[in-house]
């Protein structure tokens, strides 16, 4: 004796998973990386069982999904914490008074952000303080740089007259500790000669570059004549 029966049997699909979500993103901060949803179990290689999990590392993550039969599958997916921007900012740590500086930005950033509200790579200041920069690369990652800024006040060089030697010249010394003086008779020295009665200068520089200029009047005594 015989006997038939017929069933239609089914081959469940295998599972499929990926994980999406940013593979880059700024240092100090963190990305939510997501598992494909649906499935009856998630398991990372981070230790979270959720088919969601935020990630502040650099590393390679991996989940691991089951669905309602049980059957598993995987996937990876790189993650890079990008280092954040370190700007540096170029230019004097002092000006001088009634002038200005330009402080700069160094390297390419997509944008710029300084405490003076302007946005371009370098600003112009004339005024003692504190400067900060905040710039902004392709990526969205932030970094900053400061750097403070004296005014440096006017020079005021004094000029002293040497005793006179009875020879028909006068010494004149300048104001000691500057980087630099220029005298109006071309003499590059702290201190100089003059044997012509008149008005004598001198422009002294300090290490800054700034500047100051004194003149005094000058008169040779008239040799004594023994009669």
């Not at 088919?51 to 390679?60: A, G, K, L, R």
């Not at 010394?173 to 100089?192: E, F, K, L, R």
């Amino acid at each position: 004796c015989t006997g038939t029966d017929m069933v239609t049997v089914n081959i469940p699909a295998q599972p499929v998973a990926s994980i999406s979500g940013n593979t880059v993103f700024c240092q100090n901060a963190t990305t939510i990386l997501s598992a494909t949803p649906g499935f009856a179990a998630y398991l990372w290689s981070s230790g979270q069982s959720t088919p969601d999990i935020s990630v502040s590392t650099t590393n390679n993550y991996m989940v691991t999904v089951t669905d309602a039969l049980g059957c598993t599958t995987s996937a990876t997916i790189a993650v890079t914490a990008q280092p954040l921007p370190l700007p540096q900012i170029s230019g004097p740590a002092a000006i001088c008074t009634n002038n200005s500086g330009i402080l700069s930005v160094n390297g390419s950033f997509a944008a710029y952000n300084w405490s003076t509200a302007q946005n371009t790579s370098s600003i112009t200041v004339d005024t003692a303080g504190a400067y900060a920069v905040t710039v902004t690369d392709a990526l969205g990652c932030t970094g900053v740089a400061a750097q403070t800024v004296t005014v440096v006040a006017n020079l005021e060089p004094e000029i002293t007259f040497q005793p006179y030697a009875c020879n028909g010249q006068i010494t004149l010394d300048a104001s000691p500790g500057y980087a630099s003086y220029t005298w109006s008779n071309g003499a590059g020295t702290p201190g100089t000669t003059v044997n012509v009665a008149g008005d004598v200068a001198v422009t002294v520089t300090d290490a800054t570059g700034c500047t100051g200029t004194v003149m005094v009047s000058v008169s040779i005594p008239t040799p004594p004549i023994a009669g």
